[in-house]
DNA sequence: TCATTACTCCTTTTT
DNA sequence: GGAGTAATGA
């Protein structure tokens, strides 16, 4: 029978998930527990009981490759009889379709561009400039920032209360957004945010249009719905209104997007927003040994807002405990990491079997040197895209103007790329004559080219230039598109440029726009290819290969490795102090997530290492291990005698440092307490003379400390001979407030804070 | 217009 | 410490 094809290989709980095809459902997922396989079962169980066709499944992810994994899927399980699922795909690639099939009614053209962040920023200084506010009091940066909220939240300029509004020069962030969303409307563009936002706004202006869908969409799944925002979540309700068949998956101790915008409360919401929904658990891990579950549940014990579920260990095999190391500074971390590497290696451990995953990504660069040097192999996942590279994106700025000239965000950018001598001055009268006869660059250059308002050779120059774009545009139509693209990059001198270049990193960009080429050779058009551009950012590397895999904690979440290593975990950096400045305790628990979120990534061994010192701006500071290491439940960690000495310091060093922050905590929280006496007994031993040494520079200190801090006067002098921990004994060549830049006799110079030197 | 210098912010995470 | 940007001068 069929049907028992993809039905054989499920459990209980999951079978059941399956099986409940109507009404709301909520599939609590643990991780490892089998989370695409029931959406992708599901979808299969609904196509072969004919419930309905694959073009009525409405089935949104967050990312491509979870799109395509699913795809991928559903077509084994069903063999070849399944063509082509039209919605399936992420939030943003749905919301795109939806919108550029009724664009007129957004106030756009069905083919407007979508914007990256580059051109937004540009967008929103160009206003802020307009409007006569001090870039420099209100940063651009922050104003997209508050624009993005809005959006995520689902908010139109018009709808945002006074008191919604955010201090941006005057409370004007939401006037500000307004005429952000003006410029996108004239420059018939929308950006990411927008992408939802107006599908959102479209179907709750337009009842027949909501109608439409709501009967196209039977079923609708959901895939990582803790990662929703509020957009998301009222685009979901309102086409799931009608029918009710909606399956939400996903995991509340896997939610770690809520710095953009993503509502945990929506998932643990659900029961309330949709009544009589089912719930279904999945506990049972087919991932981890019982150890590295042990360690991550008891973890994520401590977080307070979660709906509870218990991860239980199908493989029954104790593993290994979790390893706990320390080290003195980030160049002995990669050193261990990759010593244990080696090691495993030599025990028959394949590479690609092996990853580090670091909070932050500056992290990368010590593992990356290591690697290189020792010759290990190794591939960086979801560092700088391909697309988002300088000259890949120069060269699709190129494409885009001659697609649509009137694209005045990628003409500003290419203009002067390579220099041809149109520079800002020629720029912005350009501008200024577009803003007043309300047309584009474009048109506005063609114009001034036609008056003397420019003088001689810049005036020759921009005319060339604007010729160059017509005949690149006239030779859309009769060229093959690859052949224009080389045609543009070769005329236009961009190649030239790189060729001319003596820059170590110019024959890689050269290579880049080589795979572009190639890239774009694969798709039928050159508009085909610029869709794809902008909604798929990243390029499929390959995963067989044998390497090392090199990511940060989101990254890696839905990836499994049988090596683990979760390097830096001190507090301040895991977790992050800015975190926990911002989102207090909430923010906790979201870091606390994040770690829970490594640890079930290791399938058979898992190290976690902190350094004593770590470079924070160029400053060496000392650091604390993170209070995550205590939090693992003691039977299932192995650590070094280090930590174990001298962990009772660590605890009264945390508690004055998060002093205000840490009072709520331990209140709310028993288990913190309970836990921490019952594991740690005070050693009685002594603690290392350099771990006495006062801090006065920790990561964060209010406003006040700093201040006193600043003024206050070093008592050292040039020419001093001082001893540090780290660095040994040096001489001080020069003072800047607090800051000593040293010469030392080991290790040259460095700058270091004067409370880590001692006179000598 | 372009090159050099000074200054800034940064290091959380990304569709 | 270092990248990216703005200000400054040639």
């Known amino acids: 029978m069929i049907i028992s094809k993809y039905l054989d290989g499920l459990n209980k709980s999951q079978k059941e998930a399956v099986e409940s095809t109507e009404g709301p459902l909520l599939v609590l997922a643990g991780a490892g527990t089998g989370k695409t396989k029931v959406l992708t079962s599901k979808i299969a169980h609904l196509i072969s009981l004919r419930k309905a066709s694959p073009s009525n499944i409405l089935a949104v992810t967050f990312t491509n490759k979870a799109a395509r994994e699913m795809k991928y899927r559903i077509g084994q399980s069903l063999g070849s009889m399944v063509e082509g699922m039209p919605w399936l795909g992420t939030f943003h690639s749905i919301g795109a379709k939806i919108l550029r099939i009724h664009a007129e009614l957004a106030g756009l053209k069905s083919d407007f561009t979508i914007l990256d962040t580059d051109d937004q920023l540009r967008l929103i200084k160009q206003i802020i400039k307009s409007e006569n506010i001090d870039e420099k009091r209100w940063p651009p940066k922050l104003l997209l920032g508050y624009i993005d909220t809005f959006k995520n939240k689902g908010l139109m300029p018009t709808e945002i209360t006074y008191n919604q509004d955010y201090q941006f020069a005057n409370r004007k962030a939401s006037e500000l957004y307004g005429l952000y969303q003006n410029r996108l409307s004239i420059l018939n563009s929308a950006d990411f945010g927008d992408l939802l936002l107006l599908s959102l706004n479209l179907l709750k202006r337009n009842t027949d249009i909501l109608n439409k869908y709501q009967n196209i969409f039977l079923y609708i799944l959901v895939d990582e719905y803790q990662d929703t925002n509020v957009a998301q979540y009222l685009w979901l309700r309102l086409l799931s209104q009608k ?26 919401r659900f029961e309330s927003d949709y009544p009589g929904a089912k719930i279904v658990k999945l506990e049972e891990n087919y991932r981890s040994t019982e150890k590295i579950l042990g360690a991550a549940s008891g973890l994520i014990s401590y977080n307070k807002d979660r ?53 932050a990504s500056f ?3 010590e593992f990356e040197d290591r690697f290189i040097m020792s010759g290990i192999p190794y ?12 000259e890949i994106k120069d060269a699709i700025s190129y494409i885009q103007v001659v697609s649509n000239s009137n694209n005045d965000l990628k003409l500003e950018r290419i203009i002067n790329i390579p220099r041809r001598g149109i520079g800002n001055s020629t720029l ?50 009769s060229s093959h598109h690859t052949d224009l693209v080389k045609r543009i990059l070769d005329e236009s001198g961009y190649t030239e440029m790189w060729q001319n270049d003596k820059s170590p990193t110019a024959s890689g960009r050269l290579e880049n726009l080589k795979e572009l080429i190639g890239q774009i050779d694969g798709f039928d058009s050159i508009d085909g290819f610029l869709d794809h551009v902008s909604l798929v950012m990243e390029l ?13 904690l989101h990254s890696a979440k839905g990836l499994e490795f049988e090596n683990i290593f979760l390097p830096g975990w001190e507090d301040g950096l895991f977790p992050n102090q800015r975190s926990l400045d911002e989102k207090g305790n909430s923010g906790l628990e979201e870091e606390r997530r994040l770690a829970h979120v490594g640890v079930t990534r290791a399938k058979k061994s898992l190290w976690i290492t902190y350094a004593l010192n770590r470079r924070v701006y160029g400053l060496w500071q000392q650091s604390i291990p993170s209070r995550f290491i205590d939090e693992i439940p003691e039977e299932y960690k192995d650590f070094d005698a280090e930590y174990i000495n001298t962990n009772n310091y660590y605890q009264q060093e945390r508690q004055s440092k998060y002093k205000n922050f840490d009072a709520g905590y331990t209140k709310n929280n028993n288990n913190y307490q309970k836990e921490s006496q019952f594991t740690r007994e005070a050693t009685g031993t002594k603690i290392p003379a350099w771990k006495r040494i006062k801090k006065n520079n920790s990561v964060t200190i209010n406003a006040e400390f700093q201040e006193i801090n600043i003024k206050r006067k070093t008592n050292f002098i040039e020419g001093q001979r001082v001893f540090h921990e780290k660095f040994g004994y040096g001489k001080i060549i020069d003072i800047n407030q607090l800051k000593l830049e040293i010469d030392f006799e080991k290790s040259g110079i460095k700058t270091v804070l004067e409370s880590y030197v001692k006179i000598h």
């Open 428 to 477: 912005q009268a350009l501008n200024k004559i577009a803003r007043s006869n309300n047309i584009s660059l474009f048109l506005a250059a063609k114009q001034i080219i036609e008056t003397d308002e420019i003088r001689g050779q810049t005036k020759i120059k921009l005319a060339n230039f604007i010729n160059s774009i017509e005949l690149w545009k006239d030779a859309k139509s």
């Open 363 to 365: 992290q990368m660069r």
């Open 307 to 359: 709906l509870g579920k218990t991860l239980i260990a199908n493989i029954k095999d104790e593993g290994e405990e979790v390893h706990i190391r320390s080290v003195w500074d980030a160049e002995n971390e990669a050193r261990l990491v990759t010593d244990e590497i080696e090691a495993k290696q030599s025990k028959g451990a394949k590479l690609e079997d092996i990853a580090i995953l670091v909070r």
């Open 540 to 552: 499929e590397s390959d995963t067989s290969a044998e390497k090392v895999s090199l990511m940060t």
């Open 379 to 390: 591939r960086v996942i979801g560092g700088p895209r391909f697309y988002e590279r300088q």
């Open 243 to 268: 029918n009710s068949n909606i399956a939400c998956v996903g995991d509340d101790d896997q939610s770690i997007y809520g710095w953009r915008g993503a509502e945990v409360d929506n998932i643990l």
